[in-house]
DNA sequence: TGATAATATGTCAGATTCGACATACAAACA
DNA sequence: TGTTTGTATGTCGAATCTGACATATTATCA
């Protein structure tokens, strides 16, 4: 953020900082939290670079349409397990799991 | 493998081949697989590095030292979840996650 | 050798996550 | 406008995962 844009803030008013210390999440937490967000996106890149519907993706991975939306909107119910191998199913490399992870750093 | 290993091999009568091929998994199977594999040492060189025991490790997870020893031993049931957030837990950073991740390729 | 510390394995009740279904919302087009 | 297609949200019984405990196995050292 430039520092207008926060001094702005200020100035009228506005509480600034970061959703994690909102929360008052701990580090690993706040990791963890990154780490599901940059996994579900990708997975949501991938299902429409492979021009999949939400319901298309739910047929390869044995799941179904609702699932997946809850997996690429990283809804609580869904762990980093399922996420991870939904997006192995839909034939993401390690490389890339790697350089999404590398996003959250 | 040097093909002299495989071939000596061979000659004695082994039968060669992955264990991918010989479980019949497929590639995202395996690669699941290889995943918990690559964290669970990850996470047990952590530990180690940090030169934890595995009640130490537990105590800083809050669990205990049969899931540890499970973590490590990337036992069927333990998540990939777990794997990870016991990772963060004991402070690696997305990086070393990444570098994890690409050494399945 | 035996004692002690560290790690591994088996089990289980409670907690979490699963797929599935119903249904609500949103965008695109008639 | 209404219809169709795609996505989001709420709920639930069944399946999976969790920490904890008991117990076995494997070091390490006296």
Redesign the pocket.
């Known amino acids: 953020m430039r520092t207008t844009k926060k001094s702005r803030a200020a100035k009228k008013g506005w509480r600034t900082g970061t959703v994690q210390e909102f929360l008052g999440l701990t580090d690993e937490e706040a990791a963890y939290v990154e780490l599901r967000h940059q996994l579900a996106k990708a997975l949501?890149e991938l299902?429409?670079r492979l021009k999949?519907?939400?319901?298309?993706?739910?047929k390869r991975?044995?799941?179904?349409?609702?699932?997946?939306?809850?997996?690429?909107?990283a809804?609580?119910?869904?762990?980093?397990?399922?996420?991870l191998?939904?997006l192995l199913a839909l034939g993401a490399s390690p490389e890339m799991l790697a350089r999404a992870m590398r996003r959250c750093a």
């Open positions: 949501q299902r429409i999949l519907t939400q319901i298309d993706a739910a991975l044995k799941s179904s349409q609702s699932r997946v939306a809850k997996m690429e909107a809804d609580a119910t869904v762990s980093l397990d399922l996420l191998r939904a």
